[in-house]
């Protein structure tokens, strides 16, 4: 079953900001350890923009429910990214158009590569790609809505649930799209399905992993999801790719889990990191 994606196009729209008071957080500033995750999040909300264009060199933009899809996604994902960087104003923190440059400037030519690497790579997939692209966008959406959530309970600051919980529900009809999407695909093809299995095991890491340095990906693990809690929501999300066809008992966020957690640093406190300066994809 098709989803109806002119729906997802008549409702995209920044994040409603209305009420939300970001002077708040001067009064009663986040800390350490949230302003840290915050930073990582804003900066890859960001960096959406380039993912796509890495996408439009694949079979996928010959695809017009998809681009439209994605026109949507990268839209709505740049408003979360202006909305956290408001948060992190509010903390005198760097954000925004400076913050973002300086990132881009350091992956240099891992950059400059990427959508060479995604067109080459879509090439031997053929015709399954966008399959395998849905349900890596499904798995990506499922773990960015958790550590949305997740980040609620470690910081349990009111004005910032209100803002979380408004971004929570844009990204929750992002992720009923790929995962409608990543189902159909899945189902029609046995090809897909071996192919997005063999993908996802040995190429898939934690959102942000292709962008930002590995202690700053561990950190953000081991903080949102390193406790008991984070350990039983990162099986519940395993759970669900386990429904997408073919793509059961893959383990793929508990396995990420004992891997980021384990190569962090303890000694790294939860204190301002670069902005920007090291590798991986999403």
Known sequence: MRVDVDRYRDRAAPVDLSGIDFDAFRDRP????????????????HHTVCYLRDLLVTPAHRDPDITTFLTVWSYEEMWHGQALGRVLAAHDEAHGAGRIAELRRRLGVRDRLSPMLHALGSTLAGDTFPAVHMAWGAVNE??????YARLIDRARHP???????????????????????AERRLSGSRRARQLCRAALRRLWRPVGAGVMPRGEVAFMVRELFGDDGGRAIALR???????????????LVERAVDRYAAAADPAQGPGPAPATSAPLAA
């Open 142 to 147: 499922w773990t960015t809505q958790a550590g």
């Open 30 to 45: 986040l800390p350490a350890g949230a302003i840290r995750c915050l930073r990582y999040m804003h900066d890859i909300e």
């Open 237 to 251: 999300i395993d759970q669900r790719i386990d429904g997408l066809p073919g793509l059961d008992g893959l383990r």
């Open 159 to 181: 004005v910032l649930t209100d803002l979380l919980s408004r971004i929570m529900r844009q990204e929750g009809r992002h992720i009923a799209f790929y995962a409608a999407e």
